[in-house]
């Protein structure tokens, strides 16, 4: 009689225990759930607020409506995890290449003519930046202060190197490789050095 008790106790504490066990499984799965509902839900949201902002609706939009869109999307942002984040980071490097080859495509398919001014337009800014940064620099030294580094490194690591593989696509690439060899060749017209887009220089 004692022995059944003791048995009965037994599987009573075990049907607990395993009750629990299943509970503490079926609470963290919902808690999971929830949180890549929540992930899902703001990477969404995120792309919704992006695309907002690049509509012609955009335009028509008031300086509070677009304040307050930015900081939902500062807001979103915060919450996500590091995963979420590399993908945001991600879908946004793609977005911007594909516009770069949008751009790249629309100079390259140019009638000469209007070739070479856009290719001046490109070599004008370059030139504007690199002299700006020669006259900060100038302004630095006579200061005594430390120069900071272009765009804060010099040039590109294999690992920067290895980055832009991993985000462009070979077209991309063969699209900027001709874009860069025809505006040195302008440069060389305008008796200017090469460009090279990869120098700390």
Known sequence: METQTTNSISKSRSRIIAGLLLLILLLYFCYSATKWYWQRSALNEIATIQEAFQGEKAREWSKEEKKSSYERMQ????????????????????????KLEVEFDRILHLEQKDKVIELDKWIDREEKSKQDRENQQA??????????????GGPLSNQDLSNLLDVTTPELRAKFHQLVKEINQRRQGRKLPPWNPFSSE
């Open 75 to 98: 807001y979103l942002e915060k919450g996500l995890n590091k995963e979420s984040k590399k993908e945001l980071t991600d879908r946004n490097s793609r977005a911007g290449l594909k």
């Open 139 to 152: 302004l630095l030294r006579k200061q005594g202060k430390t120069i900071p580094p272009k765009n804060g």
